[in-house]
């Protein structure tokens, strides 16, 4: 059996808080967005794909592995941005300053030791909060709402500490992906 998996960093409570204050303020703009629930709100390190249930162990290892490596990065919420892709989904995202070194050696970790079970990662990392997605909608549409985004005053959110890596399922249903976690590992 196959499993839909990625590791991420979960959000403290507080920054997932702050976070729902700017969904709330961009559904006022009445944008063609789909906020992310702020369960789902995370940092994606390593999107893994249809993997082999033999492997969940080794991945859980590789995750365990890794955040004994790492102490926990400062990092804060520092710009608002979209990400328009024509072929796939747009989003919304925050853009992440502070310790980002630390988040970007986590996952060349990762990705190190993911090649070694013979799974292919991507080419670029590019460390951010997905909070939004734009609904199915024309490109003049989404260009539209982007322009507003653009013009939305933001001002950067409290730093944080990621305290932890896991391994997530991503499961799809009729009301869109929900997640499971596998396993969860505390950075040092």
Same mark, same amino acid.
């Given at each position: 059996?196959?499993?839909?998996?990625?590791?991420?960093?979960?959000?403290?409570?507080?920054?997932?808080?702050?976070?729902?204050?700017?969904?709330?303020?961009?559904?006022?703009?009445?944008?063609?967005?789909?906020?992310?629930?702020?369960?789902?709100?995370?940092?994606?390190?390593?999107?893994?794909?249809?993997?082999?249930?033999?492997?969940?162990?080794?991945?859980?290892?590789?995750?365990?592995?890794?955040?004994?490596?790492?102490?926990?990065?400062?990092?804060?919420?520092?710009?608002?941005?979209?990400?328009?892709?024509?072929?796939? #989904?747009? !989003?919304?995202?925050?853009? @992440?300053?502070?310790?980002?070194?630390?988040?970007? $050696?986590? *996952?060349? %970790? &990762?990705?190190?030791?993911?090649?070694?079970?013979?799974?292919?990662?991507?080419?670029?990392?590019?460390?951010?909060?997905?909070?939004?997605?734009?609904?199915?909608?024309?490109?003049?549409?989404?260009?539209?709402?982007?322009?507003?985004? #653009?013009? !939305?005053?933001?001002?950067? @959110?409290?730093?944080?500490?990621?305290?932890?890596? $896991?391994? *997530?399922? %991503? &499961?799809?249903?009729?009301?869109?992906?929900?997640?499971?976690?596998?396993?969860?590992?505390?950075?040092?």
């Amino acid at each position: 059996m196959k499993h839909r998996l990625f590791i991420a960093a979960n959000l403290p409570r507080e920054t997932a808080l702050a976070i729902g204050k700017i969904q709330a303020d961009l559904e006022a703009l009445k944008l063609p967005l789909r906020p992310e629930p702020q369960e789902k709100l995370h940092i994606t390190f390593n999107f893994l794909g249809r993997i082999d249930e033999e492997k969940i162990s080794d991945i859980n290892e590789i995750v365990s592995k890794t955040a004994a490596s790492f102490s926990s990065p400062g990092l804060i919420p520092s710009f608002l941005d979209s990400m328009y892709n024509k072929h796939a #989904d747009s !989003y919304v995202y925050l853009g @992440l300053s502070g310790d980002t070194d630390v988040l970007k $050696s986590i *996952y060349k %970790s &990762l990705s190190l030791e993911l090649s070694r079970i013979s799974l292919p990662m991507a080419e670029r990392y590019f460390p951010h909060i997905t909070i939004a997605r734009f609904q199915k909608a024309d490109p003049v549409t989404v260009k539209s709402a982007m322009d507003k985004i #653009d013009q !939305y005053e933001f001002n950067p @959110l409290p730093a944080f500490a990621l305290d932890n890596i $896991s391994l *997530y399922e %991503s &499961l799809l249903s009729q009301k869109g992906s929900y997640f499971r976690l596998i396993g969860q590992q505390p950075l040092h």
